[in-house]
């Protein structure tokens, strides 16, 4: 089985920073992508930023120029650093991994359990 751990989640101050983590472990043979994804009350879930093997990125319009994700691929880890936060920043935010898990070609999706941002003063 494959698990995803997610932490740095915590109470920030507007203009704040937090810094989030993922790490992956279990049958894992190669982690295609690695994507954070964030969930707001009344809301639905959405995109915020996700990275490929090549370690190439794309962001939500809304996080750009403030989010850095990256990739630790020797630890199966991904990151989200989250700079000059906003309330509407505030989320239960979810890291997911597409990977293979032998060398079929089959991919599959495994997600965290989610870790909560609160942007407030």
């Known amino acids: 089985q494959v698990q995803l751990v997610e932490s740095g989640g915590g109470l920030v101050q507007p203009e704040g920073s937090l810094r989030l983590s993922c790490a992956a472990s279990?049958?894992?043979?190669?982690?295609?992508?690695m994507t954070w994804y964030r969930q707001a009350p009344g809301k639905q879930r959405e995109l915020v930023a996700t990275?490929?093997?090549?370690?190439?990125?794309n962001y939500a319009d809304s996080v750009k120029g403030r989010f850095i994700i990256s990739r630790d691929n020797a630890k199966n880890a991904v990151y989200l650093q989250m700079n000059s936060l906003k309330p509407e920043d505030t989320a239960v935010y979810y890291c997911?991994?597409?990977?293979?898990?032998?060398?079929?070609?089959?991919?599959?999706?495994?997600w965290g359990q989610g870790t909560q941002v609160t942007v407030s003063s």
């Open positions: 997911n991994a597409d990977l293979q898990r032998d060398e079929s070609g089959s991919v599959f999706r495994f």
């Open positions: 990275i490929i093997s090549d370690k190439s990125t």
């Open positions: 279990g049958s894992i043979f190669s982690i295609i992508r």
